[in-house]
């Protein structure tokens, strides 16, 4: 017949990044939907260092949806992930629809398999859910042959994700549709446009965050009046200005607006009733400690972000990340992983001035820090072209990964 035969097994791996918001989303107008009250601004960090690999087969030997996160089984039910699946689905068949000649149609009955694994411990509490959500959607595109806005359909995953749709320098547009059409990712620059940003990850020592953001900003939604006069009087803005910090390349006026719009954001989390706490005192150490830096070299040369969790995010430029690391170090001598504290891209040897340590080091507190990862922005979702790298087997099972 004319109809291509309908393929057996179909598999496909992605890979997607990890994103830090510098102008931050908080508060929902629709939770179904998920339909932003503001706009957001994030910086897309790179997958050599931060990145999450998901493979997605579909065939018609399956007899059920499955999902392994990290190789453990999980529940495929998730109504986030069904989301996400079904909108998929609905190009997918759109896309048929709109073009009968389609080369290798994959049945959209079929049952699929998903398998999904970090690059980073989970326990590091680095924010997966965006890379993770950004990746499945990439590959169960690929998978069905759906092409073009997909920003829409991670954004149903979780709201972060449709920024980790794109490399570089993302703003996610809150959009005006109740239907949500228009509440899409777009790229405000890509990561080659300032090759000497970078990135430090401090991660901090234990301790699962305490409410997670879906519930946190929920609640923020439903008492705080500082975030309502975020969203209409102070974000549209910020995001304005910083999208011209970015263009001109002008570091402290992009570091000083990513330390106040963090603030802003950990204070509309302690106006919400009742409070809720992000920030420890290890981040207020950290804040100070920047502030410090800062204050010494009488400029911003350092910037902290802080999402729903203590992790401090440091954007700074190549030529102050050896000097700042020294002052982590010194400040937050490591435990025991001495020769693990710096992971990442290399970070070049500095031996700061005396009277810098002794103005910007106070009181050391051991182990505080667990390690350092040096990063810098880089580019959105990649398609994983080798077979081998494919999380699953011929049997649709996950492999053993060596
Ligand atoms: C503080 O995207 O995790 O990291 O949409 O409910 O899944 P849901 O929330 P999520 O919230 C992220 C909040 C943030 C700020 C940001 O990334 O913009």
């Not at 453990?72 to 068949?93: F, I, K, N, S």
């Not at 719009?261 to 409070?275: G, I, R, V, W, Y």
């Not at 010194?330 to 810098?356: I, K």
């Not at 507190?365 to 959105?380: E, F, W």
Request: hydrophobic share 40%; charged share 20%; net charge neutral.
């Amino acid at each position: 017949s004319a109809m291509a035969e309908e393929r057996a097994l179909a598999m496909v791996t992605c890979t997607a990044p990890v994103n830090i918001a510098v102008i931050k989303y908080w508060g929902k107008r629709d939770n179904d939907l998920i339909l932003p009250i503001n706009s957001s601004l994030s910086v897309t960090l790179h997958q050599d260092q931060l990145k999450t690999t998901t493979t997605a087969a579909a065939s018609r030997d399956f007899t059920e949806d499955r999902l392994w996160l990290n190789g453990e089984e999980a529940d495929v039910g998730h109504p986030r992930l069904q989301a996400c699946l079904r909108e998929v689905r609905r190009l997918a068949r759109k896309r048929r629809g709109d073009n009968a000649e389609d080369a290798a149609p994959l049945s959209l009955s079929y049952k699929i398999h998903i398998a999904t694994e970090n690059n980073f411990p989970t326990a590091a509490g680095l924010a997966s859910s965006a890379a993770g959500y950004a990746c499945l959607v990439s590959a169960l595109a690929r998978l069905y042959g759906v092409e073009g806005e997909l920003s829409e359909v991670a954004r149903r995953g979780s709201g972060s994700a449709c920024r980790s749709m794109l490399g570089g320098f993302v703003q996610w547009q809150r959009g005006e549709r109740p239907d949500g059409r228009d509440s899409l990712a777009h790229q405000v620059a890509p990561e080659t446009h300032w090759p000497e940003l970078r990135v430090l990850v401090l991660v901090v020592s234990g301790e699962k965050k305490q409410v997670g953001s879906t519930a946190g900003m929920q609640t923020s939604v439903d008492t705080s009046p500082l975030l309502k006069h975020r969203a209409e009087a102070v974000v549209p803005e910020r995001l304005a200005l910083m999208i011209r910090h970015i263009h001109e390349r002008d570091f402290e006026g992009f570091g000083q607006l990513t330390m106040r719009d963090s603030n802003q954001f950990h204070a509309t989390c302690l106006d919400t009733f009742p409070p809720i706490f992000y920030l420890n005192d290890l981040s207020r150490q950290i804040i100070a400690l920047a502030h410090r830096f800062n204050a010494h070299h009488g400029r911003t040369k350092v910037a902290y972000t802080f999402d729903a969790g203590p992790n401090a995010v440091i954007f700074t430029l190549a030529d102050t990340v050896a000097e700042f690391v020294e002052v982590v170090r010194r400040s937050f001598p490591p435990a025991t992983n001495g020769d693990q504290f710096v992971r990442g891209l290399p970070v070049g040897s500095a031996s700061p001035p005396e009277e810098l340590l002794a103005a910007v080091v106070t009181e050391p507190v051991p182990g505080a820090v667990r390690y350092i990862l040096h990063t810098q922005p880089g580019p959105g979702p990649q398609l994983v072209d080798d077979p081998s790298q494919h999380l699953l087997g011929a049997d649709g099972l996950p492999r053993r990964r060596a």
